[in-house]
């Protein structure tokens, strides 16, 4: 059972690029072991709030707590606070096979090679192990960036657009995959299937400002977001 | 024939050590894109280092290991202090601001050092062994030769087998996506400078005692055949500088002994032109290195 300080919360961000307000204003708390879901459409953003939690972009304003205490975001510390984050695309090593690519993800323990294969088994693309990620189709790919962002145990994991150029029978696998993670997910996705199937909360922003957060039943029946967004991604 | 031998085997001794050179250089494009021409200044300060304690202490591997070791020091230092804040969103920043590094090392080592050469000491006898009444190798080619290839055979290790080679390589790829996994990749990129200037260093401390001697711009036409080689073999692929280093080493050898020193610089010129012209991604950089994260 999580006491309420418990998990990543997010308070009042703001984050300004030039004259863009990409942030408005934005507060979330992400409870353990709940899949939050973040959707929008293009610019709301929904990235940029993914980047300022793993440190790539500063806010403006606001604050962030885990477990209650301040968080400062900084990419390198991520792992060690028990995050791991996908990024658009397939962000992967060219240069290093698929192994090496989820062994690069080992944050500590013995044996890094059996997590890796243990990763990339849980992943179903043991068998590409020993081959170049540039050599493998798309969703191959995307499979080696869930393995690698798996095989570190993340309390927290991030999937940034998780489902794109993925076909019907793979989005069912990540249904799956996420479902089993056993972790807290925050996830940011335009394949609405599958967000209103596995989040338990989502968190709608539009033009950088929130404009709804609740379970997907509540989203889904929110004149705000159909006329935002749901309308437009229906 | 006798002749062919020899020159083959002083090719190689002279390519092995352009080949460590190359490999230097191969490292730091590696981690930071950048080719370093102030690598053969910042060997030859350590040279300087190695010799002023050897001269001290009347031991050459004690200054052996200080120049190695001061090379893996001045490496760290001028990506920390100088490299780091260069604006790579050019990539003549990188370049030029080495070559401002080289007029400032060589300037400090003329007026700490004067502009004369000075004897540098060797380890091991140059005079070659005969086999069959042929002059193959001597002591010194088979101490250039081992230090090589041990630098290779670790180089290799730790790239390839070792966590921290690992993170190195992952660093270079794709920094971003490194910092995300942990990886401490401002700190991966000065262990890649140290290494690389360490490197630098013994290739300093092989050739310099077989040229004029110790000098300020003793390195600079050791630059050129070793950037060839780098060029050659490909500026991504460590394997590939060593054996367009080897290649050099070769041609260099070759020229010098059959068409006299004097047109040997121009060979290099000659074969560096053709390799840009012709290939230039170099011979051994495969399509997956060229493209790096997608």
Redesign the interface.
């Known amino acids: 059972m999580s006491t309420p300080d418990q998990g990543l919360a997010l308070h009042h961000l703001t984050v300004r690029f030039g004259g863009l307000l990409a942030l408005d204003d934005v507060s979330l708390r992400v409870t353990p072991g709940r899949v939050v879901g973040i959707i929008g459409p293009n610019g709301a953003g929904k990235t940029t709030l993914f980047n300022v939690v ?1 440190g ?1 972009v500063g806010a403006q304003a606001g604050s962030m707590t885990l477990d209650g205490r301040p968080f400062r975001a900084r ?6 606070h028990g995050i ?2 996908t ?1 658009q ?8 096979s698929v192994l ?1 690519n989820v ?3 080992v ?1 500590s323990g013995r044996k ?1 090679e059996q997590q890796a294969a243990a990763a990339l088994e849980r992943c179903g693309i043991a068998e590409h192990a020993r081959q ?4 493998l189709p798309y969703a191959v ?1 995307k499979r080696v960036e869930l393995a ?1 962002a798996l095989v ?1 145990k993340p309390r927290i994991l991030m999937l940034d657009e998780p489902a794109g150029g993925l076909d019907t029978d793979e989005i069912r696998w990540l249904e799956t995959l996420i479902r089993e993670a056993d972790t807290t997910v925050m996830l940011v996705e335009h394949h609405m299937d599958l967000v209103m199937s596995v989040c338990d909360e989502i968190l709608v922003l539009d033009f950088g400002k929130p404009i709804a957060f609740g379970p997907p039943d509540t989203i889904r029946n929110d004149p705000k977001v159909t006329d935002a967004y749901l309308g437009a991604a229906a | 024939m006798d002749r062919f031998l020899f020159l083959t085997f002083d090719g190689l001794s002279r390519g092995a050590v352009y080949a460590a050179f190359a490999l230097a250089l191969v490292l730091i494009w590696r981690a930071a894109r950048i080719v370093n021409f102030a690598q053969g200044a910042m060997a030859v300060a350590t040279v300087y280092a190695g010799y002023s304690v050897t001269n001290a202490t009347g031991s050459y591997w004690l200054g052996f290991v200080v120049a190695i070791v001061g090379g893996l020091v001045l490496g760290a230092a001028v990506e920390r202090v100088v490299m780091r804040f260069v604006d790579h969103s050019s990539p003549l920043n990188g370049v030029v601001v080495a070559l401002g590094l080289v007029l400032i090392i060589q300037g400090v080592l003329g007026m700490i050092y004067g502009n004369e050469f000075l004897p540098a000491p060797t380890a091991f006898s140059r005079d070659a062994f005969e086999v069959g009444g042929v002059a193959l190798l001597s002591r010194y080619d088979i101490f250039v030769f081992a230090s090589v290839g041990a630098v290779v055979v670790l180089l290799t290790l730790l790239f390839t087998r070792t ?1 921290t080679g ?2 190195m ?2 660093a ?3 920094p ?10 401002g700190g991966m990129l000065t262990l890649g400078w140290a290494l690389a200037a360490a490197v630098g260093s013994l290739a300093g401390l092989l050739v310099i005692p077989t040229e004029l001697g110790l000098h300020p711009t003793a390195m600079d036409v050791v630059f050129i055949s070793a950037f060839t080689a780098a060029v050659l073999g490909g500026l991504d692929s460590p394997i590939g500088a060593v054996i367009g280093g080897l290649v050099v080493g070769l041609l260099l050898s070759y020229v010098s002994g059959y068409l006299g020193a004097t047109v040997a610089p121009m060979a290099v010129l000659i074969l560096l032109v053709v390799v840009l012209l012709g290939r230039p991604d170099g011979l051994f950089t495969r ?3 060229k ?4």
């Open positions: 793993c790539f990419p390198h510390h991520l792992v060690r791991a984050r990024l695309g397939v962000g992967q090593f060219n240069g290093l090496e062994l690069a993800g944050r890094p170049m990620p540039a050599t790919r690698r570190s | 966590p690992l993170r390589r992952a270079a790829f794709a971003d996506v490194s910092r995300l996994l942990g990886v401490p990749v399509a997956r290195t493209a790096r994260a997608a």
